[in-house]
């Protein structure tokens, strides 16, 4: 079972909270393992950790996050570090070298990241080449990295499950 977490960078809680909320939920949807958030937000922290504790999981975030430290201390545990950016070479190319590591760190911006980034990161990795989303570049990576089983993983200790159905909500309590 590889470890995937994610970097969130940039969070301005005056305008990022929605999308920073949801690059946590999309990250734990599809397989990381946690999240990292560079700056304070304890609403984020703590709806996601709502959402956790009902739907189950592991699913960690951790705000107040020194983002070089986060990197150098990841690199230095022999992790790797891969910054999604609309700059770098496209996913479909390198998604393949990439799965061979273990722990994986996915970097993620919210306006222009700091420069240094392009040079710290391993690998600098485009979901295509035009502008999109941090939550959509996130989720296509994701799903590169792990090939389409993660769609199918469960989250054990949940509260509340979904029942699929073709038409309406249905959910259960467990
Ligand atoms: N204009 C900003 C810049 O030049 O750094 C990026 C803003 S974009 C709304 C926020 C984040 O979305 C980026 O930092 C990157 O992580 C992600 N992103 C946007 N487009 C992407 C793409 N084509 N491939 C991968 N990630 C992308």
Redesign the pocket.
């Known amino acids: 079972m590889k470890d995937v977490r994610v970097l969130r960078?940039?969070h301005r809680p005056e305008r990022d909270q929605r999308v920073t909320t949801h690059v946590g939920l999309t990250a734990r949807a599809l397989g990381a393992r946690g999240m990292y958030l560079a700056g304070r937000d304890a609403g984020i922290v703590a709806g996601i950790r709502d959402v956790v504790s009902r739907w189950g999981g592991d699913f960690f975030v951790e705000d107040g996050v020194p983002w070089k430290k986060c990197i150098r201390e990841w690199k230095a545990s022999g992790g790797v570090v891969v910054?999604?950016?609309?700059?770098?070479e496209p996913v479909q190319e390198r998604v393949a070298d990439i799965r061979e590591n273990d722990r994986i760190l996915v970097?993620?911006?919210?306006?222009?990241?700091p420069g240094e980034i392009y040079l710290l990161a391993d690998y600098n990795?485009?979901?295509?080449?035009?502008?999109?989303?941090?939550v959509a570049?996130l989720a296509v990576?994701l799903d590169r990295l792990f090939e389409g089983r993660e769609l199918a993983w469960e989250f054990p200790g949940a509260r509340i499950r979904v029942v699929p159905s073709p038409r309406g909500k249905r959910c259960e309590e467990i």
């Open positions: 960078l940039g910054h999604l950016t609309m700059y770098g970097v993620v911006g919210a306006e222009k990241v990795i485009a979901v295509t080449n035009q502008p999109h989303s941090e570049g990576f």
